[in-house]
Structures are given as C-alpha cells and as structure tokens.
C-alpha cells in the first residue's frame, strides 16, 4: 500500500510539472525596457529601499563628481538638501557632455537613461574612478519622481528633464555659461520606491567628511535648507588629518602619523599610520578609488605583509629587540594600530559586486614595497618613536603568549568543544537557521516568562544571568573564561572572531549560525541599556558578520499597559502612553508602568514583543564603520576622560531641551 501512494504521488506531481512546463513558453520572457528593471528590482541596484537606499542615490551623483576631483577637474562639489527633501548636487568639473552620440540620442540623455553607460568604459574619459558600472546617475534617474540635470561646458549651459527615468523635455541650450562650469543635478526620491523619503544631515555629512579625507585639497559642502544648517569639509592633510581625527580622543604613542605615498606606474598609494597606547583593538580603513573596501583585500595583505617585516627588520638591526625575542607576528604589530591605506588604479578587479575587497594582484607588492621603504625611512630618522613602537609589540605578544596558555586551559575544560548545547538554553524545533530565532533574554524571571509565552516550534530563549563582561577592555582568555559568553558562542554554533585563535575555533563561519534572528531582549531601564551595549559590544567585537548579515536586533518590549478592562493597548513611550489613554474617551483607564520584563507574565511579553504579527524590531547595522569603532572605544574603552566629556555635552544637550 505504501508503495502505490508512493507512485501516485510521484505521478501526480509529474503532471503537474507537464502542465507548469507547458504555460512557460516564448511569451514568458519579458523584456524590460530602458530603466524598467531598475523600478522592477531596485534593490540590485542600490542595496534596499530603507534610509540606506535612499541615501545611497546621494553617494551616486555626489561619487560622480569625486571622480572629476580625482581627474584633476574639479576642486568642490556643493549638496543642498531642499525643504522638500530633493537633493541638488553641484561640482565645478568638466561637465557631462552633449551632443548627438552614435545611438542617435544626445550624450547627457544617453548617460541619464541607458545603464552602463558613461566616459568610464573607453579609457579616455575618466583614468581612475569609483563608479565603475556605469549605473549611478541613470538608477537615481529612474528612482525619482524628476530629475533635472544641468551641464555647463562648451561655453552653454544645457539641461534636460525627466520624470521616473524618462525624458520630459529634449535637451535644451539654457543660457551663456560665463564663468560658470560643472555639473549640477536636482532629483526628488520617488515615494512610491522608498519606505522613508527624509533625508539625514549627518548620514550624509559622515559620508560627505570621508571623501574630504581621502581626496586632499577637495572642497565637500553639505547645507540644510530645511534647517537651516552648513557644513563644509576640506582637509589640506588628507588621510594624515584622518588618522588624527580617529584618535583625537586617543593617547597616541607617537605624536606625529606616519605618512607614505608614491606612485608606481599608473598605480597611486597612500598610507597615515599612527600608533595608540590605550587600546588593544586596531583601527584599518582601507580604499581603493575612494571605495570602502571592508573586507580588505590585496593593497591590505601588502600593507600587513610591510608592517610586519619592516619592523622585525628594524627592531633587530637597532637592538629594540634582543635575540631571545621571538619574532612580531602581524597581531602583535597591529595592535593598538589606527591606519588608513587608499590606492587609485586604472582597471581595479574586485570581488563581487559589492566591491567589499579588492582583488587586483599587482597592487599587493605595489603596496608592501613602498610601506616597506618608506616605514623604514621613518623608524631610521625617529629612533625613539620606533623603539616604543617595538615595546608596545613586544608587550602585545607577551600578553598574546599568556592569553594563547590560559585560552588551552579553557579550552581543555570544554569552553567551545562538543556538539552538547549549554543547559541554560531553550532551543526551538526548528532546525532551519532562516526560520529559528534566539531571544536573549537579560534575567532567570524575564527568561522564564519568555520560555512560557514562545511559539516553541521557532523561538529559542536564552537567559542572561548578571551582566555580561565588557569584551572592550579584556583579553581572549577571559571573554573565553566567562560563562555567559563562553554559553552564547555553543549556542550560537559559528565559533568566535579572533585572530590569536589560529587552532580553528577563531574562526567565526557565518555558516553555521544556528538562528538567523537573534533578538537581544532587556529592560526597559538603565541597567537594560547598559546589557544590551554589552551584547552589542560582543557582537561588534566577536561576530561582526552577524551584524553585516543583518541577523542581529533589538526588542522593543513596551513601557506601558493602558487598559479599560474591555481593551488593553500597550505603549513604549509616554507620548504614546498619553495618545493611548486619551483614544479610550473614559476616565476609567487603568495605566501599569512595567519596570522590567519579569513583571511582564508569559501572554503579555508573547502579544508585545514575540508575536511576529505585533512586535516591532530595531535591526543592528553599521553605517559608517569609523564611527561605529570610535562609539565603542569611547564609550566601553579603558580610557575614562573621553567618556565623561560625552556625558558632559550630552547632558548640556538635555539641560538645554529642557529649557
């Protein structure tokens, strides 16, 4: 019997596929005219259709005239956002050219509605450049309600309209140009693209301050016209001045960055390195054509491969080193390290389409030849500075060793090794990771509400008990050493990020990552806060691709219990505390403060804060990741100063609201 039902099905299915076979023929295939397939699949063009996509159409036009700067074209580039929140962008370069062009439409309309289309495919146009798929101006074109482009050059200024990618007007000559020459473009965000239209003045002033950095000499102007507010960037120093800025609140070993740059064949690198003596962690942003590489690539393995041998070379050749001292490795030397490394090439090869890292070959001896000579330079004419450079690596590998040593001794005792689950964990049924989700839960009671209240078919819980360690300012050994971490990573099952781990657990494999949710839930309170920056702090740290992945968030478990007896309604604030109560139209209104999850019983946190069709989420990004680095080294660093100085000017900050 088991076996005919087996057969029918098989048959039944067949069928079915006959059929599916059958409706997908010729008149399947559908073609999507001119920018229609951005409009279809925005998301492939610019990455999503949150606040990151819509600010990325700034980067696009405003990396358009960074790439007239890098030519020697232009020398400032002015961003308006309007009360309207459009955007006009304005460069003093060349201008996009017009004129009848072999498709038989004029160049500006060609470089605004066709994609892969532009001067940076032939050579001739641009010799080094950011965007090279040619996709920028026409994506931003196709996802606004209009766009209005102006181009001054050849003596006129010509402009031409669109509307949703297609041209309103044919490219018309405006007026004489004067003295005036550039490019500026206006666009308004299509709404009906995007889950937010407004714009944010320090998102763009963030990204508006790197490009001052990496392109020396270049005036960057960001005004606010719904608010009334300017910034302008211009850095003479370049990335020295970069270095500086990330440690300004850094004790820094050396006074003054190490700063290398040379040119080898078409090929143009630059590299401001400087020390700090406060802090474990190092600090590489590396570029290549003004792109953030974050997932590094050959210009960093030349760079390392420099660092490590020059001052290996040096520190015996000067006797910083005695001969009883084993040779730096690149951890040692790294340590405590803020370094900036941005390369300009013709042809750059990146790997995948994301361009996180890149790949051209050529560039890694480019790189570590000329940081290798020039970082000698430097440790040869300042002797001292590079003497304590060497000790500050030495101690790091001393500290290394004795991590390594108590690391085997955790690890003998079972910190990462066996398939058994921690006892602490409630796991789900699920064994899909793209279906389960890890809550962690700060407290036995809260966690004992949240086991109660789960859908258990999905939803794991994992209870914090106390506070977790500040993984800022401790060493492998004991991070490895606490049982809440050492819990979180078995349950987990990716392992840790840690290059000291070389014996195969250091390796973090997002692969193996049993949820891909997983929500930090606390209290709404200080000591909440103060545990979800902790977790945070982790994960930042440790598991940095959970994050990249977009699998970590936070809970936004409520405030407030608003209730008539009849009608519940719940609130996370006390304005909507306040709307809640005023939406009842009776006085009868019952109003419970909740001060933590455990008074929270297992239906309540179930309808507020796990059910997938009530809760609401914050979802844990990194948007910048200078910044992101800077915030936790401040604000979870050894150093004390650097954080008090925050909590003074936040508090003025408050004081002045209040008033």
Same mark, same amino acid.
């Given at each position: ?43 492939? +063009? ?21 790439? /007239? $700067? ?8 002015? =961003? ?15 201008? =996009? ?13 060609? #470089? ?7 001067? *940076? ?28 482009? /102006?181009?001054?050059?050849?003596? +006129? ?55 001052? +950095? ?19 960037? +211009? ?15 850094? *004790? ?5 960055? =190490? ?10 690198? /630059? #590299? ?18 003004? @792109? ?24 015996? *050749? ?61 440790? /040869? ?8 450079? @060497? ?7 001393? %500290? ?13 005792? %079972? ?19 793209? *279906? ?48 809440? @971490? ?31 949710? @997983? ?51 719940? $609130? ?88």
């Amino acid at each position: 019997m088991a076996k005919k039902n087996a057969v029918a099905e098989v048959t039944g299915t067949s069928s079915r596929a006959k059929k599916a076979t059958s409706d997908y023929g010729a008149g399947s295939i559908q073609v999507l005219e001119g920018l229609e397939a951005v409009r279809k699949r925005p998301g492939m +063009y610019i990455g999503s259709t949150d606040e990151r996509g819509l600010h990325h159409l700034v980067y696009e036009v405003v990396d358009n005239s960074v790439d /007239e $700067a890098m030519a020697g074209h232009a020398t400032r580039i002015v =961003v308006i956002i309007h009360p309207d929140n459009s955007i006009e962008v304005s460069d003093d370069g060349r201008g =996009v050219p017009v004129g009848k062009h072999s498709t038989g439409k004029d160049a500006l309309e060609v #470089v605004h509605t066709v994609l892969h289309a532009g001067g *940076k495919f032939g050579g001739g146009g641009y010799k080094v450049s950011g965007g090279l798929h040619g996709v920028g101006v026409s994506v931003v074109n196709a996802l606004s309600i209009k766009l209005r482009v /102006e181009s001054a050059r050849d003596g +006129y200024v010509w402009s031409q309209e669109y509307s949703r990618g297609v041209p309103t007007t044919k490219v018309v000559k405006v007026s004489p140009s004067g003295t005036r020459r550039g490019t500026t473009t206006r666009f308004l965000p299509d709404p009906e693209m995007f889950e937010t239209t407004e714009y944010s003045f320090e998102t763009l002033a963030n990204r508006l301050r790197e490009s001052a +950095y990496l392109n020396k000499g270049l005036w960057l102007t960001l005004i606010d016209k719904r608010a009334d507010r300017e910034a302008t960037f +211009y850095f003479q120093g370049g990335i020295v001045s970069f270095v500086r800025h990330l440690n300004r609140k850094r *004790k820094v070993t050396h006074d003054r960055p =190490v700063y290398i740059e040379g040119v080898e064949g078409t090929t143009s690198v /630059e #590299v401001a390195l400087q020390y700090q003596s406060d802090s474990w962690s190092e600090t590489l942003l590396a570029y290549a054509n003004n @792109i953030n590489t974050v997932d590094g690539g050959t210009h960093v393995t030349g760079f390392r491969a420099a660092l490590t041998s020059a001052l290996n070379d040096w520190g015996r *050749k000067n006797g910083a080193m005695k001969e009883s001292d084993p040779n730096l490795t690149g951890e040692d030397v790294r340590e405590g390290l803020t370094a900036i490394i941005s390369v300009k090439l013709v042809d750059p090869q990146f790997e995948g389409q994301t361009k996180a890292k890149l790949g051209t070959a050529a560039v890694k001896g480019i790189v570590q030849t000329l940081v290798n000579k020039r970082l000698t330079q430097f440790l /040869e004419e300042n002797p001292a500075d590079g003497r304590e450079v @060497i000790r500050q690596s030495l101690n790091a590998a001393r %500290g290394r060793e004795a991590a390594r040593k108590a690391k085997e001794l955790v690890m003998r005792k %079972g910190a990462l090794e066996g398939s058994a689950l921690p006892g602490k964990l409630a796991d789900c049924q699920e064994r899909d990771p793209a *279906k389960s989700e890890l809550y962690i839960v700060e407290g036995e009671s809260a966690g004992g509400s949240a086991k109660q209240g789960r859908d258990r078919r999905f939803q794991a819980i994992f209870p914090l008990r106390g506070k977790l360690l500040n993984v800022e300012k401790a060493r492998i050994d004991k991070i490895l050493g606490s049982d809440n @971490i050492r819990t979180l990573i078995t349950a987990l099952g990716a392992g840790i990020q840690d290059a000291s781990m070389e014996d195969g657990n250091g390796k973090f494999d997002l692969a193996k990552i049993r949820y891909h949710r @997983i929500i930090i839930m606390t209290d709404a309170d200080v000591d909440g806060a103060h545990i979800r920056t902790l977790l945070l702090t982790f994960f930042y740290r440790y598991m940095p691709a959970v994050i990249e992945a977009g699998f970590l968030y936070i809970a936004q478990p409520p405030l407030y219990r608003i209730s008539t007896g009849k009608e519940t309604k719940y $609130a996370g604030n006390e304005k909507d505390r306040d709307l809640a109560i005023a939406s009842f139209k009776t006085k009868n209104v019952s109003v419970q403060r909740f001060k933590g999850l455990g008074e929270m019983n297992a239906e309540q946190l179930w309808e507020t804060a796990m059910n997938p069709e009530n809760r609401v989420f914050l979802q844990a990004r990194i948007e910048d990741a200078a910044v992101a680095n800077e915030v936790f080294e401040m604000l979870m660093g050894e150093r004390v100063e650097p954080r008090r100085d925050f909590i003074k000017a936040e508090a003025r900050k408050v004081q002045n609201l209040d008033v």
